[in-house]
T-cell receptor
């Protein structure tokens, strides 16, 4: 079982809806990440939080809004999405030095925008 | 040039075969390297880190060649359960950002 928990596992939303994806880890990791993965493509980085502060935003559209309420939780708020935003959204965490240890991924939220 | 490049495959091999994947990276300042495995519709899982001296974990051996900026993964005695996409992952020199290659598909057949 993964030590990074993501909810929900599946989400279908309309283009006018507001929804949130949630991610939780209890490994004491201080860095957390959101990745987006389209079919047959590698994961693409969206956001990095380090010590609860946003450290990297990969020019993600403002309809995606990340939030890190504490060191164990990471949210991704969604608003006015487009059908092309349909993808697998992966949360990951690492000890602060991901360079050394790599990431642990959650099982993802499969998002469909209709 | 892409930051991390892999041959997408697929590599179709019989059970028991030895198969090798290579990956090249563009940033000579990169410090850390990993191989991840991803099964269909699942999340990527860390297979092994890649160290300068090379490292082995059972049937899997990873090598790093800094001079030529490539890493490799060797799988011996392939099992049906090894069928998956293998992702080469490299850190960028700044922060905690890891960049994924496009992945190499392996299909092991009986």
């Amino acid at each position: 079982d993964t030590e990074v928990t993501q909810t929900p596992k599946h989400l279908v939303m309309g283009m006018t809806n507001k929804k949130s994806l949630k991610c939780e880890q209890h490994m004491g990791h201080r860095a957390m990440y959101w990745y987006k993965q389209k079919a047959k493509k590698p994961p693409e980085l969206m956001f990095v939080y380090s010590y609860e502060k946003l450290s990297i935003n990969e020019s993600v559209p403002s309809r995606f809004s990340p939030e890190c309420p504490n060191s164990s939780l990471l949210n991704l708020h969604l608003h006015a999405l487009q059908p092309e935003d349909s993808a697998l959204y992966l949360c990951a965490s690492s000890q602060d030095g991901a360079r050394v240890t790599g990431y642990t991924f959650g099982s993802g939220t499969r998002l469909t925008v209709v | 040039r892409k930051e991390v490049e892999q041959d997408p495959g697929p590599f179709n091999v019989p059970e028991g075969a030895t198969v090798a994947f290579n990956c090249t990276y563009s940033n000579s300042a990169s410090q850390s390297f990993f191989w991840y495995r991803q099964d269909c519709r699942k999340e990527p899982k860390l297979l092994m880190s890649v160290y300068s001296s090379g490292n082995e974990d059972g049937r899997f051996t990873a090598q790093l060649n800094r001079a030529s900026q490539y890493i490799s993964l060797l799988i011996r005695d392939s099992k049906l359960s090894d069928s998956a996409t293998y992702l080469c992952v490299v850190n960028m020199e700044y922060g905690n950002k890891l960049v994924f290659g496009a992945g190499t598909i392996l299909r092991v057949k009986s």
